[in-house]
């Protein structure tokens, strides 16, 4: 009727007296879902152009096959070519236009198509190909910048198995994998099969247990009802979904919304993205007017609506024929001669190349706006309307523009508050899950106190006890999820079989997809770590040694217990060398009683000195300085101390200090005094560090241990200690792994043990060490008051649950057990399942490096000793000075530096002759008063009393 109404009208208007017709063909699928309409639109759109074309008319050529059979659709296409078309419009995907190109570009005929958007579809010999939807590429960067404004990071992606599903997804991941956009994160992906029906059951559980509230679903529009059908009914839509849905769907939303499910708000919420079409162009509005009249007489369930790829196929017809009637006024357009039916006319299309040149260099204004391509055919400067499924009123669901996106200016919303979300929501959702949403999780779990214990007589499947089962008790109320518990056949934890490449245990059932999570004090190392994921830590361990303690009575030098054997032997290097320091400073220094007395005696004629002292006596003559009637030597002994600095007394001193106590005879310098003070602080510090640590040894009954730490066991030189470790244990890996050797020395020299309870029975019977984690060794053995924990812990680790690789549970499981760790709530635990005895003795207590004081603890109290010493060195060299400064001078020893020589060289004199006695033949006597020997040694203090002042101090 459309025809004949049309062709009325054709006669009607004026034509040139004969126009060259050239042959366009209509290539589709029978199984389009929009095969009818664009029989109806396409047709139009020739006679729409052939009404308005004065050089050339179209004809147009249908042809339609079998979509899932490739012989019909060659043949078909083979159909056109003996017709000679010279362009073909092909509404179908990215496949079928790629298959179509084999036949139709080796002819240089050129394919005009309306929804392929396979980035890889050209090919070398698809040259001749004319895209008017843009790539999937430019539709994943439009779907990132969405994801981007509402802050949804976490997605989940559905697609069908096709190429348009296959590159949507492709693209995506490459834009998400980017540095620049590494804050997304893909939960899941998973693709269904869509021929001939789709299978979504085990595709929406895996979406579904991926835990993200934002989907993309990319697939074709006939499969997307069906995909949010299931997903409905699995609780996928709700109000805290986000479902983003592609150009495919929303251009086609008659397929989306079957005419009982338009007025259904199922559905009401979805966000979309559509190719961008003008709807301000008149040609738009023409055949708009036009499509309503028409559509209804369209065979079909419901009038479909004027779609995006239906205003493209009016576009196609017209750029086809505006590219031949250019060809045609060059006087350069000739009739193709191909037939597929002749092999010998199996020869391209002269004009073909010219043909696709033209088509690809000229603007034209169309029904969805202006066309311009790029070189390659594509259309130039693609864009996107953002839009939202939703009613007004009473009308039906309709997509609705909320925005738009392009390749130069991004994304544009108009107002997020205007945008209905899934359930009615008018607020954004987070985009994250904040529970399970009932789920059921199979847990793995095995006996091993007090993290998890079996409940006796108790067949259910959650009858286990302990911290671990509490921890999943409040996970589950938190989260809401149920669970069950599932032990391995083996009861083991999890050991990796190198030869083959299997695991066992707990982690083998997971890894194996018999349970979800492992709910352990699992231990967290590098060998499993790439096999599994953990949780955060939810308890600090290590490994740490174990044994029993014996009477300190077995030890009759207990006393010597808290300092290691370099401090005892420092300590006694130190007083020695103490004593040796006082009685130095004592002879060295011009303040000591040594020191005044050889210095008077040296510089002094005692002859004089008496004979001045006789004459203010007896003739009561008053000299000018009253000290000269004085012997210097007489008065430097009256008023030395009682007991001067000898060696001996020197070693008494500082042996006396050892003990607090003190003596009669103190050094009299004042550099010989403040060394002894830091000897007497240095003491009382070694003092009070011995008194409180041998306290501490003496209340654990400890003494019977000899050795400190777990790799002194390395050292013994008669094995008195055993010592074991459970096989195959986190621990014995760990130790092997450790680039200390000595760690694993350890391991091969260790009784390799079955169970925790054989090393605990060893360790009860004595002279054994157990090496475990700490936790279980705290348990299990510390509780008695003569097991002790040995050196401290080595190699620290943490305790988590094992998840599978990219487990969507990870990010809730953390959430909720950092929180638990905030609050204490492990120590609260830890607390309510620890057994241990509450007797009163201190079964924790650590025994070993960390009490047996060692140089490297002490060594700050002996530096500052030493840096005593050092100051009192400067003391007495100021001390040496002063005393010089205040001696007389005479004719010879008139400056303040020939007085420092002389001191310097009459103490050189008094170290060779009296300390060493190398050079008298006789020792003086001890109290000074001989000393006119060394009189003769000084040639230059040769003077009469009468001509030279005798110096008034006598300490020079």
Same mark, same amino acid.
């Given at each position: ?22 042959t366009?063909?209509l ?46 659709l ?29 036949v ?61 599903g ?98 259904s ?47 493209l196929s ?13 060809l ?128 006796p007589?108790?067949?259910?499947t ?14 589950s ?58 949780t ?42 103490m ?19 050889i ?20 003739l ?73 640590n ?29 010592w074991g ?22 391991? /091969?020299?260790?009784?390799? #043990?079955?169970?925790? =309870? ?6 009860? &019977? @004595?002279? $054994?060490?157990? !090496? ?60 309510k ?8 003795? /201190?079964?924790?207590?650590? #025994?070993?490096?960390? =009490? ?6 002490? &060594? @700050?109290? $002996?530096?500052? !000793? ?91």
């Amino acid at each position: 009727m459309l025809r004949l109404l049309a062709g009325l009208i054709l006669l009607s208007l004026p034509h040139p007296a004969y126009t060259e017709e050239y042959t366009i063909g209509l290539l589709t699928s029978s199984q389009n879902t929009q095969k009818s309409v664009l029989e109806a639109v396409i047709p139009y759109a020739v006679d729409q152009f052939n009404a308005n074309s004065t050089d050339i008319t179209l004809k147009l050529e249908i042809a339609s096959y079998n979509g899932s059979s490739l012989y019909e659709l060659v043949m078909e296409a083979c159909k056109l070519v003996n017709k000679r078309t010279v362009a073909v419009i092909s509404p179908d995907g990215s496949n079928t236009v790629a298959q179509a190109a084999d036949v139709f570009s080796p002819l240089n005929v050129p394919i005009i198509s309306l929804v392929a958007t396979d980035p890889h579809i050209r090919r070398a010999h698809r040259d001749n190909m004319l895209l008017l939807s843009p790539s999937d590429a430019f539709q994943s960067k439009a779907i990132l910048d969405l994801l981007g404004h509402f802050r949804w990071h976490e997605i989940s992606i559905i697609a069908s198995d096709s190429n348009y599903g296959i590159n949507g997804v492709h693209y995506l991941q490459q834009l998400i994998t980017r540095r620049d956009e590494a804050k997304f994160v893909i939960k899941a992906i998973t693709f269904f099969n869509a021929v001939p029906v789709p299978l979504l059951n085990n595709t929406l559980k895996n979406i579904k247990r991926s835990l993200a509230r934002v989907i993309i679903l990319n697939c074709e529009s006939q499969y997307a009802s069906r995909v949010l059908e299931e997903a409905f009914k699995m609780g996928l839509m709700a109000r805290e979904y986000v479902w983003i849905v592609t150009d495919a769907i929303t251009g086609n939303p008659h397929n989306l919304l079957p005419q009982g499910d338009r007025y259904s708000d199922r559905y009401s919420g979805l966000i979309g993205i559509r190719l961008a079409i003008s709807k301000n162009t008149r040609g738009f509005r023409t055949l708009s007017e036009e499509f309503e009249k028409m559509r209804w007489n369209i065979s079909a369930i419901s009038p479909p609506p004027l779609t995006p790829s239906l205003v493209l196929s009016y576009d196609a017809v017209q750029i086809a024929g505006k590219g031949l009637a250019t060809l045609a006024q060059k006087n350069s357009l000739e009739q193709p001669d191909s037939s597929c039916s002749h092999v010998e006319k199996w020869a391209p299309w002269s004009a073909g190349d010219n043909y696709f040149d033209v088509l690809k260099s000229t603007s034209y204004h169309g029904a969805s706006g202006l066309w311009t391509f790029t070189e390659e055919g594509t259309k130039d400067h693609p864009g996107y309307e953002i839009v939202n499924l939703r009613r007004y009123g009473y009308d039906p669901l309709m997509f609705y523009e909320i925005g738009t996106w392009s390749e130069n200016g991004g994304l544009q919303i108009e107002q997020d508050s205007q945008i209905k979300f899934l359930g009615g929501a008018t607020k954004r959702p987070m985009g994250v899950a904040n529970s399970l949403n009932g789920e059921h999780l199979v847990l793995g779990v095995t006996d091993n106190p007090p993290f998890a214990s079996k409940i006796p007589n108790c067949t259910d499947t959650i009858c286990w006890e302990g911290i671990c089962p509490d921890v999943v008790m409040n996970l589950s109320s938190a989260l809401n999820f149920t669970y069950e518990f599932v032990e391995p056949a083996d009861k083991a934890f999890g050991r990796f079989d190198p030869e083959t490449q299997t695991w066992n245990g707990l982690i083998g059932d997971m890894l194996s997809q018999k349970t979800d999570m492992i709910t352990m004090d699992l231990s967290v190392g590098v060998e499993r770590k790439r096999y599994i994921d953990f949780t955060v830590s939810f308890m600090d361990s290590g490994i740490s040694l174990a044994m029993k303690g014996e009477s300190g009575k077995s030890d009759i030098f207990f006393f010597m217990s808290p300092f290691g054997y370099s401090v005892w032997c420092m300590i006694v290097v130190v007083f020695i060398f103490m004593g040796i320091i006082l009685n130095l400073i004592s002879k060295l220094s011009p303040y000591g009683s040594y020191g005044k007395k050889i210095h008077a005696a040296q510089v002094c004629k005692c002859e004089e000195c008496e004979e001045r002292r006789l004459a203010k006596q007896q003739l009561n003559i008053k000299f000018k300085y009253q000290s000269q009637s004085e012997c210097l030597v007489v008065r430097a002994r009256e008023e030395a101390e009682d007991e001067t600095m000898t060696f001996y007394n020197s070693l008494w001193v500082a042996g006396a200090g050892l003990v607090g106590q003190g003596t009669a005879a103190l050094p009299a310098s004042p550099s010989g005094r403040f060394i002894l003070f830091i000897w007497w602080f240095f003491i009382l510090l070694i003092i009070s560090m011995y008194t409180a640590n041998l306290t501490a040894f003496m209340t654990l009954d400890k003494i019977g241990i000899t050795i400190n730490s777990a790799k002194e066991l390395l050292k013994q030189h008669k094995k008195k200690y055993e010592w074991g470790i459970i096989e195959g244990s986190f621990v014995e890996s760990l130790l092997i792994n450790n680039v200390d050797p000595d760690f694993k020395k350890l391991v /091969d020299g260790a009784v390799k #043990v079955k169970t925790v =309870e054989e090393g605990n029975q060893r360790v009860h &019977q @004595g002279g $054994f060490a157990f !090496l475990d984690e700490t936790p279980f060794l705290s348990y299990n053995l510390l509780g008695s008051c003569d097991i002790f924990q040995i050196g401290g812990e080595i190699q620290p680790f943490d305790y988590g649950f094992g998840l599978p690789k990219s487990s969507p549970y990870t990010e809730l499981m953390n959430t909720q057990i950092i929180k638990y760790r905030e609050l204490g709530f492990f120590d609260e635990l830890w607390a309510k399942w620890d057994k241990t005895p509450a007797d009163g003795c /201190d079964s924790h207590h650590d #025994v070993g490096a960390d =009490e047996v004081l060692q140089m490297s603890t002490l &060594q @700050g109290i $002996f530096l500052l !000793l030493a840096l005593g010493l050092i100051i009192s060195v400067v003391l007495m060299l100021l001390e040496t000075v002063v005393a010089t400064a205040q001696d007389d001078y005479d004719e010879i020893h008139r400056t303040f530096w020939a007085k420092l020589v002389r001191r310097v060289r009459l103490k050189y004199e008094d170290i060779r002759t009296e300390w060493f006695m190398s050079s008298l033949p006789h020792r003086p006597s001890k109290n000074g008063d001989n000393y006119q020997e060394l009189l003769r040694l000084d040639s230059m203090d040769k003077y009469s009393s009468s001509e030279v002042k005798i110096s008034t101090n006598h300490a020079v």
